[in-house]
Protein backbone atom coordinates (compact mmCIF):
# COMPACT_ATOMS: atom_id res chain seq x y z
CA UNK A 1 0.00 0.00 0.00
CA UNK A 2 1.59 3.71 -0.72
CA UNK A 3 1.05 6.31 1.52
CA UNK A 4 -1.80 8.71 1.47
CA UNK A 5 -1.25 11.73 -1.00
CA UNK A 6 -0.76 14.57 1.47
CA UNK A 7 -1.57 18.11 -0.03
CA UNK A 8 1.35 20.59 -0.28
CA UNK A 9 1.66 23.55 2.23
CA UNK A 10 0.02 26.51 0.45
CA UNK A 11 -1.77 24.64 -1.79
CA UNK A 12 -5.36 25.40 -2.91
CA UNK A 13 -8.07 24.52 -1.27
CA UNK A 14 -10.04 21.49 -2.36
CA UNK A 15 -14.46 22.16 -3.00
CA UNK A 16 -16.55 19.74 -0.47
CA UNK A 17 -17.82 18.63 -4.59
CA UNK A 18 -14.24 17.52 -5.45
CA UNK A 19 -14.18 15.88 -2.20
CA UNK A 20 -16.57 13.89 -2.58
CA UNK A 21 -15.65 12.59 -6.16
CA UNK A 22 -11.99 11.98 -4.85
CA UNK A 23 -10.73 8.62 -3.84
CA UNK A 24 -11.17 8.17 -0.24
CA UNK A 25 -7.02 6.90 -0.15
CA UNK A 26 -6.54 11.03 -0.28
CA UNK A 27 -6.53 13.42 2.12
CA UNK A 28 -9.25 16.16 2.04
CA UNK A 29 -7.20 19.36 4.34
CA UNK A 30 -8.84 22.41 3.07
CA UNK A 31 -6.89 26.00 3.26
CA UNK A 32 -6.90 26.82 6.87
CA UNK A 33 -7.71 23.30 8.63
CA UNK A 34 -4.39 23.19 10.12
CA UNK A 35 -3.99 25.25 13.24
CA UNK A 36 -1.69 28.10 13.99
CA UNK A 37 0.24 26.63 16.41
CA UNK A 38 0.89 23.35 17.82
CA UNK A 39 1.15 20.75 20.30
CA UNK A 40 1.99 17.66 18.95
CA UNK A 41 2.35 16.63 15.31
CA UNK A 42 2.16 13.32 13.51
CA UNK A 43 4.31 13.42 10.05
CA UNK A 44 3.73 9.90 7.76
CA UNK A 45 3.27 8.05 11.06
CA UNK A 46 3.76 4.10 9.77
CA UNK A 47 3.27 0.93 12.31
CA UNK A 48 3.36 -2.84 10.97
CA UNK A 49 3.18 -6.05 13.38
CA UNK A 50 4.84 -8.34 11.26
CA UNK A 51 2.74 -8.59 7.74
CA UNK A 52 0.05 -6.16 9.00
CA UNK A 53 0.13 -2.74 8.35
CA UNK A 54 -2.15 -0.77 11.56
CA UNK A 55 -1.30 3.09 10.45
CA UNK A 56 0.01 3.79 7.06
CA UNK A 57 1.05 7.13 6.45
CA UNK A 58 -0.72 8.85 9.75
CA UNK A 59 -0.40 12.87 9.18
CA UNK A 60 -2.21 15.16 11.65
CA UNK A 61 -1.44 18.03 13.76
CA UNK A 62 -3.01 18.80 17.43
CA UNK A 63 -3.39 22.74 17.95
CA UNK A 64 -2.48 24.34 21.05
CA UNK A 65 -5.41 24.34 23.18
CA UNK A 66 -8.06 22.94 20.75
CA UNK A 67 -9.88 20.00 20.62
CA UNK A 68 -9.73 17.58 17.92
CA UNK A 69 -11.88 14.86 17.28
CA UNK A 70 -10.25 11.68 15.60
CA UNK A 71 -13.60 9.70 14.07
CA UNK A 72 -13.04 5.90 12.61
CA UNK A 73 -14.79 2.58 12.83
CA UNK A 74 -13.37 -0.52 14.57
CA UNK A 75 -9.69 -1.47 12.54
CA UNK A 76 -9.33 2.10 11.68
CA UNK A 77 -6.01 2.40 13.94
CA UNK A 78 -7.10 4.79 16.30
CA UNK A 79 -6.04 2.47 19.08
CA UNK A 80 -2.72 1.75 17.49
CA UNK A 81 -2.71 5.41 17.42
CA UNK A 82 -3.32 6.31 21.06
CA UNK A 83 -0.13 3.59 21.16
CA UNK A 84 2.37 5.45 19.44
CA UNK A 85 1.13 8.91 21.21
CA UNK A 86 1.48 7.44 24.41
CA UNK A 87 4.79 5.94 24.07
CA UNK A 88 3.49 2.10 24.36
CA UNK A 89 4.66 1.29 20.53
CA UNK A 90 7.49 2.93 18.66
CA UNK A 91 6.53 3.88 15.27
CA UNK A 92 8.05 2.02 12.73
CA UNK A 93 8.16 5.17 10.51
CA UNK A 94 7.40 8.56 10.14
CA UNK A 95 8.10 11.37 12.68
CA UNK A 96 6.46 12.97 15.65
CA UNK A 97 6.48 16.57 17.30
CA UNK A 98 5.78 17.45 20.66
CA UNK A 99 5.64 21.30 21.23
CA UNK A 100 7.39 21.61 17.86
CA UNK A 101 10.48 19.19 18.56
CA UNK A 102 10.81 15.92 16.58
CA UNK A 103 10.39 13.34 19.73
CA UNK A 104 10.18 9.67 19.89
CA UNK A 105 8.73 9.04 22.65
CA UNK A 106 10.46 5.93 24.52
CA UNK A 107 7.88 4.69 26.90
CA UNK A 108 5.04 5.77 28.62
CA UNK A 109 6.72 7.30 31.13
CA UNK A 110 8.72 9.58 28.44
CA UNK A 111 5.64 10.48 27.44
CA UNK A 112 4.23 11.60 30.97
CA UNK A 113 7.47 13.18 31.48
CA UNK A 114 6.57 15.54 28.41
CA UNK A 115 2.88 16.24 29.27
CA UNK A 116 1.27 13.43 27.72
CA UNK A 117 -1.53 11.37 29.53
CA UNK A 118 -4.01 9.00 28.03
CA UNK A 119 -7.52 8.36 30.14
CA UNK A 120 -8.01 5.26 28.39
CA UNK A 121 -11.68 3.15 28.06
CA UNK A 122 -11.32 1.11 31.49
CA UNK A 123 -10.60 4.35 32.87
CA UNK A 124 -7.53 2.35 35.20
CA UNK A 125 -9.36 3.06 38.74
CA UNK A 126 -9.13 0.69 41.35
CA UNK A 127 -12.99 0.75 42.33
CA UNK A 128 -12.48 -0.50 45.91
CA UNK A 129 -10.76 2.62 46.53
CA UNK A 130 -11.60 5.91 47.63
CA UNK A 131 -11.67 9.05 44.93
CA UNK A 132 -8.99 10.37 46.54
CA UNK A 133 -6.85 7.26 46.69
CA UNK A 134 -7.49 6.60 43.22
CA UNK A 135 -6.21 10.46 42.44
CA UNK A 136 -2.75 9.52 43.61
CA UNK A 137 -2.54 5.77 42.64
CA UNK A 138 1.07 5.22 42.59
CA UNK A 139 1.67 8.97 43.56
CA UNK A 140 1.01 9.15 46.82
CA UNK A 141 1.71 12.21 49.08
CA UNK A 142 3.65 10.71 51.70
CA UNK A 143 4.82 12.75 55.27
CA UNK A 144 8.37 13.32 56.26
CA UNK A 145 10.34 11.05 59.23
CA UNK A 146 11.30 7.82 59.28
CA UNK A 147 8.20 6.00 58.88
CA UNK A 148 7.30 7.59 55.41
CA UNK A 149 3.56 7.45 56.18
CA UNK A 150 0.62 8.28 54.00
CA UNK A 151 -0.44 12.06 54.66
CA UNK A 152 -4.22 11.11 53.84
CA UNK A 153 -5.61 14.71 54.94
CA UNK A 154 -3.44 16.81 52.24
CA UNK A 155 -4.08 14.30 49.31
CA UNK A 156 -7.81 14.61 50.31
CA UNK A 157 -7.56 18.69 50.47
CA UNK A 158 -5.73 18.39 47.37
CA UNK A 159 -8.03 15.93 45.39
CA UNK A 160 -10.80 17.71 46.65
CA UNK A 161 -9.55 21.09 45.44
CA UNK A 162 -8.38 19.69 41.59
CA UNK A 163 -12.51 18.04 41.51
CA UNK A 164 -13.69 21.45 42.37
CA UNK A 165 -11.21 23.51 39.93
CA UNK A 166 -12.60 21.94 36.92
CA UNK A 167 -16.04 21.65 38.32
CA UNK A 168 -16.34 17.78 38.91
CA UNK A 169 -19.20 17.48 41.98
CA UNK A 170 -19.06 14.63 44.44
CA UNK A 171 -20.39 14.16 47.93
CA UNK A 172 -16.71 13.44 49.48
CA UNK A 173 -13.62 12.34 48.08
CA UNK A 174 -13.79 9.50 50.63
CA UNK A 175 -16.63 7.51 48.55
CA UNK A 176 -15.34 4.62 47.01
CA UNK A 177 -15.15 5.03 43.02
CA UNK A 178 -17.47 2.10 42.75
CA UNK A 179 -20.50 4.12 44.17
CA UNK A 180 -20.43 6.58 41.45
CA UNK A 181 -21.95 6.40 37.80
CA UNK A 182 -20.02 5.55 34.80
CA UNK A 183 -19.91 9.03 33.77
CA UNK A 184 -18.45 10.66 37.36
CA UNK A 185 -15.78 7.53 37.55
CA UNK A 186 -14.83 9.00 33.74
CA UNK A 187 -14.35 12.39 35.64
CA UNK A 188 -12.42 11.25 38.19
CA UNK A 189 -9.91 9.48 35.82
CA UNK A 190 -10.04 12.85 33.70
CA UNK A 191 -9.09 14.76 36.96
CA UNK A 192 -6.33 12.50 37.44
CA UNK A 193 -4.66 12.98 34.55
CA UNK A 194 -5.19 16.78 34.94
CA UNK A 195 -3.90 16.53 38.28
CA UNK A 196 -0.70 15.32 36.65
CA UNK A 197 0.20 18.43 35.20
CA UNK A 198 -0.83 16.93 31.38
CA UNK A 199 -0.44 19.66 28.34
CA UNK A 200 -1.87 16.95 25.84
CA UNK A 201 -4.60 14.76 26.90
CA UNK A 202 -6.11 11.55 24.86
CA UNK A 203 -9.08 10.31 25.54
CA UNK A 204 -10.30 7.44 24.28
CA UNK A 205 -13.96 6.98 23.59
CA UNK A 206 -14.71 8.84 26.81
CA UNK A 207 -18.27 8.29 26.23
CA UNK A 208 -18.66 4.67 25.02
CA UNK A 209 -21.63 2.68 26.95
CA UNK A 210 -22.68 6.30 28.31
CA UNK A 211 -26.17 7.41 28.25
CA UNK A 212 -27.27 11.04 27.12
CA UNK A 213 -27.44 12.68 30.78
CA UNK A 214 -23.83 10.45 31.23
CA UNK A 215 -22.23 11.29 27.90
CA UNK A 216 -23.41 15.51 28.56
CA UNK A 217 -21.09 15.54 31.71
CA UNK A 218 -17.92 14.63 30.26
CA UNK A 219 -18.87 17.18 27.40
CA UNK A 220 -19.33 19.49 29.58
CA UNK A 221 -16.13 18.77 31.16
CA UNK A 222 -14.37 19.03 28.19
CA UNK A 223 -15.37 22.32 27.57
CA UNK A 224 -14.57 23.73 30.61
CA UNK A 225 -11.00 21.86 30.76
CA UNK A 226 -10.68 24.00 27.08
CA UNK A 227 -11.87 27.39 28.38
CA UNK A 228 -9.48 26.70 31.15
CA UNK A 229 -7.13 26.95 29.36
CA UNK A 230 -2.94 25.16 28.74
CA UNK A 231 -4.57 22.18 27.91
CA UNK A 232 -4.89 20.30 23.85
CA UNK A 233 -7.17 17.93 23.92
CA UNK A 234 -7.81 14.82 21.57
CA UNK A 235 -10.36 13.12 21.58
CA UNK A 236 -11.12 9.16 19.81
CA UNK A 237 -14.59 8.83 19.19
CA UNK A 238 -17.35 6.46 17.22
CA UNK A 239 -19.84 9.22 17.37
CA UNK A 240 -19.85 11.59 14.54
CA UNK A 241 -22.53 13.91 15.89
CA UNK A 242 -21.11 14.33 19.14
CA UNK A 243 -17.66 14.99 17.89
CA UNK A 244 -18.49 17.44 15.39
CA UNK A 245 -20.72 19.00 18.89
CA UNK A 246 -17.31 19.33 20.89
CA UNK A 247 -14.12 19.23 18.68
CA UNK A 248 -12.34 22.41 16.93
CA UNK A 249 -11.40 19.78 14.24
CA UNK A 250 -12.21 16.20 13.18
CA UNK A 251 -9.62 13.71 11.23
CA UNK A 252 -11.62 10.85 9.73
CA UNK A 253 -8.77 7.36 9.54
CA UNK A 254 -10.07 4.20 7.24
CA UNK A 255 -7.88 1.30 7.15
CA UNK A 256 -5.07 2.94 8.99
CA UNK A 257 -5.04 6.09 6.85
CA UNK A 258 -6.47 9.49 7.48
CA UNK A 259 -8.75 10.41 4.75
CA UNK A 260 -10.72 13.31 5.43
CA UNK A 261 -9.93 16.55 7.88
CA UNK A 262 -12.23 19.58 8.26
CA UNK A 263 -12.92 22.16 10.56
CA UNK A 264 -16.08 20.69 12.62
CA UNK A 265 -18.19 24.22 11.46
CA UNK A 266 -17.31 23.06 7.88
CA UNK A 267 -18.38 19.65 7.67
CA UNK A 268 -21.10 17.23 8.86
CA UNK A 269 -22.58 14.14 9.76
CA UNK A 270 -24.10 13.59 6.16
CA UNK A 271 -20.71 13.99 4.46
CA UNK A 272 -18.93 11.82 7.00
CA UNK A 273 -21.28 8.93 6.04
CA UNK A 274 -20.93 9.75 2.75
CA UNK A 275 -17.60 9.32 2.61
CA UNK A 276 -17.59 5.77 4.87
CA UNK A 277 -20.13 4.68 2.30
CA UNK A 278 -18.23 5.42 -0.57
CA UNK A 279 -14.88 3.77 0.98
CA UNK A 280 -17.34 0.59 1.72
CA UNK A 281 -18.68 0.28 -2.15
CA UNK A 282 -14.70 0.65 -3.31
CA UNK A 283 -14.06 -1.84 -0.51
CA UNK A 284 -16.79 -4.40 -2.04
CA UNK A 285 -16.01 -3.55 -5.84
CA UNK A 286 -12.71 -4.39 -5.39
CA UNK A 287 -13.22 -7.80 -3.67
CA UNK A 288 -15.88 -8.90 -6.25
CA UNK A 289 -12.77 -7.68 -9.35
CA UNK A 290 -10.70 -10.54 -7.88
Known sequence: MSDPQQPAPGASAASTGDAASSSTRGVTSPQGAQPAREALRGDGLVKRFGAVTALDGVSFTLGAGEILGVLGDNGAGKSTLVKILTGYHQQTAGTLYVNGSETLLRSVDHARS????????????????????????????????????????????????????????????????????????????????????????????????????????????????????GLSIIMIMHNYAQTLDIADRIVLMQRGRVTFEQHSAQTSVAELMEIVRREYRAMRAAGGAR
Do not use: T, W
Not at 130 to 151: A, C, Q, T, W
Open 114 to 229: LGIECVYQDLALANSLSIYHNMFLNREIVRRGPLRLLDHRRMREIAAQCLDDIGVHVPSVDLPVERLSGGQRQAIAVARAVHSNAKILLLDEPLAAMGAREAALILDLVMRLKEKG
